[in-house]
């Protein structure tokens, strides 16, 4: 597999200590791609940190001027290798103490990455930390939650979790309110856009290659809570989602045949005994999936 890997004309930096590392992983979305890099140098400053863009073979690549002028780091894959691989190709390269994970559709507000760093800074038991989400149109977006279990799959399948609390994914409703106005401890966050401190990548590694798309999230806090840290959900950092962008913004279930492949992997992994859990989900996903794909035949026609 060939990887190239090119970095800009950087301009001299008033800074030596290298503080932040973000990667961001392009798939044919680069004005999404470039306003994402845009807005968060926009709304970042006072430290030093470091862009580092993987490219899994967009056809729509970002042009080599607005890689010099965005100043990143740009790694071409010579094919599409998945979020986790192209995320650990980034790790192993970033230089900063802590590692943000930033889709490529995601627009960071005001100064919602220094909150979630200083988060960390003086949390010493924190290892991952992770923002409260928001669509483009100003609702909530679920970004945390609990590990999936059958009774919480159940709830978020049916979307009784939309109403009541305690599925898989937290909504924001009238009784996850205070959920929503604090720090909370979470089993996981939305690898969407996630705070990584140094520490943990040095103690667990790198994430799980064997997701292409989609669980590898629950996988990474799951595996660092093993070892003792918290995940931490910071609902005053905030930023906007533009759900779908980032994996090329293609409209089937193709992202969701993908993130129940990672789901399958994630119970056997982790919850190999439960085997009767793990085939009522994956009945659920399938079941959700040709029902969308019927539906969308219908609105073809």
């Not at 979790?161 to 937290?170: E, Y």
């Not at 009238?174 to 990584?196: H, R, T």
């Not at 989609?214 to 609902?235: N, Q, S």
Request: with cysteine; net charge positive.
């Amino acid at each position: 597999m060939k990887v190239e890997v090119r970095k800009a004309q950087l301009t001299k930096i008033k800074f030596e200590h290298m503080k932040l590392s973000v990667i961001i992983i392009n798939y044919n979305t680069p004005r999404m791609t470039i306003k994402a890099i845009e807005t968060f140098k926009k709304n970042v400053e006072d430290f030093n940190f470091e862009i580092i863009l993987i490219d899994n073979n967009s056809q729509e690549k970002i042009s080599t001027e607005d890689v010099d002028r965005l100043q990143v780091k740009l790694i071409q894959n010579s094919k599409n290798l998945g979020f986790a691989k192209a995320v650990n190709q980034g790790m192993e390269v970033s230089a900063g103490d802590f590692v943000l994970l930033l889709n490529s559709d995601v627009l960071v507000k005001n100064n919602s990455v220094k909150q979630m760093m200083d988060y960390l800074e003086n949390n010493s038991m924190a290892g991952i930390v992770g923002p409260l989400f928001y669509y483009p149109n100003g609702q909530h977006q679920p970004s945390a939650g609990k590990f999936p279990s059958l009774s919480r799959e159940v709830i978020r399948f049916s979307m009784i979790g939309k109403i009541f609390f305690g599925g898989t994914v937290i909504y924001n409703n009238f009784f996850a309110i205070k959920f929503f106005k604090q720090p909370s401890e979470v089993d996981w966050l939305s690898g969407g856009c996630m705070l990584v401190r140094r520490q943990v990548i040095k103690q667990i590694g790198l994430l799980d290659e064997n997701y292409f798309f989609g669980i590898e999230d629950f996988d990474y806090c799951l595996r660092a809570k093993k070892v003792g840290w918290k995940i931490m959900f910071l609902p005053s950092a905030e930023i906007i989602h533009y759900h779908g962008f980032s994996s090329g913004g293609r409209r089937s279930t193709f992202s969701l045949e993908l993130e129940a492949d990672g789901m399958d992997y994630f119970l056997k992994k982790h919850f190999f005994q439960k085997k009767f859990t793990r085939f009522a989900i994956k009945t659920m996903y399938w079941s959700k999936i040709i029902i969308l794909n019927w539906l969308f035949a219908i609105y073809k026609k």
